[in-house]
């Protein structure tokens, strides 16, 4: 089984940075791809940006694009989320999550492996 455990949220003002780290234990780190999801008060679960399993293809939202970047250290089985220019619609609960095989996806329902989450709070 695969554990995930995010760190590196906090309060900050617009324009800040933040990296969000996400560390995994079990097998098959680097089998599939990984993601981060975000969830505001009162809206749906989003992706935010995903990452195949050789980080070699990414995905984002065009919310984010141009100002998150996503990476993964297999080798430290670790997937970071770098989130610049923040802005106060960033605000959320920021999610890991981890397929058990498969390139990437998109939809929350791929994911097999969920970490806690890690609150992102952005002022003005």
């Known amino acids: 089984q695969v554990q995930l455990v995010e760190s590196g949220g906090g309060l900050v003002q617009a324009g800040d940075s933040l990296r969000l780290s996400c560390a995994a234990s079990?097998?098959?780190?680097?089998?599939?791809?990984m993601a981060w999801f975000r969830q505001a008060p009162g809206k749906e679960r989003e992706l935010a940006a995903a990452?195949?399993?050789?980080?070699?293809?990414?995905n984002y939202a065009d919310s984010v694009k141009g100002r998150f970047t996503i990476s993964r250290d297999n080798a430290k089985n670790t997937v970071y989320l770098q989130m610049n220019s923040l802005k106060p619609e960033d605000t959320a609960v920021y999610y890991c999550?981890?397929?058990?095989?498969?390139?990437?996806?998109?939809?929350?329902?791929?994911?097999?492996?969920w970490g806690q989450g890690t609150q992102v709070t952005v002022s003005s």
């Open positions: 999550a981890a397929q058990a095989y498969g390139i990437m996806s998109v939809f929350p329902s791929a994911y097999r492996y």
């Open positions: 079990g097998r098959t780190f680097s089998s599939g791809g």
């Open positions: 990452i195949s399993w050789n980080g070699i293809s990414t």
